[in-house]
């Protein structure tokens, strides 16, 4: 079993900055892309990030120049720091994983979502 965990989520004033954090446990034999998606309400889940194994990333133009993904791979952990952030930031951030088993089988796995509220 594979468990992907959130943290870092809060509430911050309209400029402020946070660090969110996405930890993979479990039985896992590699990692492959990792990715930051979000969820307003009454909204779709949309992309914000990803990245893959050796670093290359990708961003949603909304957050692109304020954001920025990174991860440790000796930690399977991501990361998405968050500057300069606006009310329409506010969302159920929610990380995922793609999670190899050693037969070389792919799963992705979502974390349960943590809650960034943005305060103008």
């Known amino acids: 079993q594979v468990q992907v965990v959130e943290s870092g989520g809060g509430l911050v004033q309209v400029g402020g900055s946070l660090r969110l954090s996405c930890a993979a446990s479990g039985t896992i034999f590699s990692i492959g892309a990792m990715g930051w998606y979000r969820q307003a309400p009454g909204k779709q889940r949309e992309l914000v990030a990803t990245i893959t194994s050796r670093g290359n990333t990708n961003y949603a133009d909304s957050v692109k120049g304020r954001f920025t993904i990174s991860r440790d791979n000796a930690k399977n952990t991501v990361y998405l720091q968050m500057n300069s952030l606006k009310p329409e930031d506010t969302a159920v951030y929610y990380c995922?994983?793609?999670?190899?088993?050693?037969?070389?089988?792919?799963?992705?796995?979502w974390g349960q979502g943590t809650q960034v509220t943005v305060s103008s």
């Open positions: 995922n994983a793609d999670v190899y088993t050693i037969a070389v089988q792919r799963y992705t796995y």
